[in-house]
Every structure is written in C-alpha cells, then in structure tokens.
C-alpha cells in the first residue's frame, strides 16, 4: 500500500443502513444458516482517511445495533446487541486490508480462516482482523471474548 499517498480527512458521519445477512451453513456454522436480522439500526459510518486517488482509506463505524440471529433449520432464535465501533482499513483498489473492532461487533469466520475455529462470533473488546492478499483471513489481535453464535443456536 506504500505505493500510493493519503490523507487525514475526517468526513461528516452518514447513515449505514444495516441489512438483513445471511450466513451460509458450509462458510459459518457447518450443518445450519443463520439469518441476522436488524431489530434496531442506527448505525452510522465516517471516512477517517483518503486515498490521493479519491477512494476511502480508512472507514469508522459506531452506533447502537440490535439483531435476531435465527437457525434457519430450526427456528432457535437469539437477539444480539452488535453496538460496538469498527475502523477498517481499504487497500487502493478498495478491498478490505485491516477491520479492528472494538466490542461488541459480529464477525463471520468462514472455513480456512486462521485464529478461530469456523463460525459466527461476537468479539468484545479489542480485535484486528488481518484480510491478505490471495491468503485467508486472521486474527492478529485478540484483546477480549468470542461468543460463538453457531453454538448458542445449536
């Protein structure tokens, strides 16, 4: 990324719709979906930094976040409170190079992925998540409590 320059911009807070997720049984929780529904959104985003090119560097999250993460097998049903913060970090080109979540926030841990075993979590407190190029995703810091969803709808 040191190819190209940035800068600090700090751009006004936005509205960030959150949408229904779904969470395939083979990427996430292994024999069930789950369906993350919101209940509750106002969760709002903020470039931090910009590429000299134009495209967001640095983006930051916060707001309060309430869903329903639901079994889509058997109906188990458990309501989430994700209303923690989030800053990632985009490459140049704009896919995802760092997201650093400070608690709570859901996060999907596809197979492959290194750190955690294959699921759906809430992270509280401090986690950075690493996205390299070509490699599977992983956990460089593990500052707090996972709590597995796929276990809890079990």
């Known amino acids: 990324m040191a190819d190209e ?11 960030y719709p959150e949408g229904e997720l779904f969470l395939p049984a083979e990427r996430y929780c292994g024999d069930f979906d789950v369906r993350s529904t919101p209940v509750f959104s106002d969760v709002r985003s903020r470039v931090v930094s910009r590429w000299d090119s134009g495209g967001a ?8 976040l309430l869903v329903d993460a639901t079994n889509t097998s058997t109906g188990e049903s458990a309501r989430l409170d994700l209303s923690g913060r989030a800053l990632t970090l985009q490459r140049p080109d704009g896919s995802l190079a760092v997201y650093e979540t400070r608690g709570p926030v859901g996060f999907g841990w596809p ?7 294959q699921g759906y979590y809430v992270f509280r ?5 690493e996205f390299p190029v070509g490699a599977p995703r992983r956990l460089v810091v593990d ?6 969803v796929c276990a809890r709808l079990r």
């Open 5 to 15: 320059g940035w800068h600090p911009v700090r751009e006004s807070w936005q509205p």
């Open 57 to 64: 560097r640095e983006t930051e999250y916060a707001g309060p």
């Open 111 to 117: 197979t492959g992925s290194v750190g955690l075993s």
């Open 125 to 129: 407190g401090r986690h950075v998540v």
């Open 143 to 148: 500052q707090g409590p996972e709590t597995d």
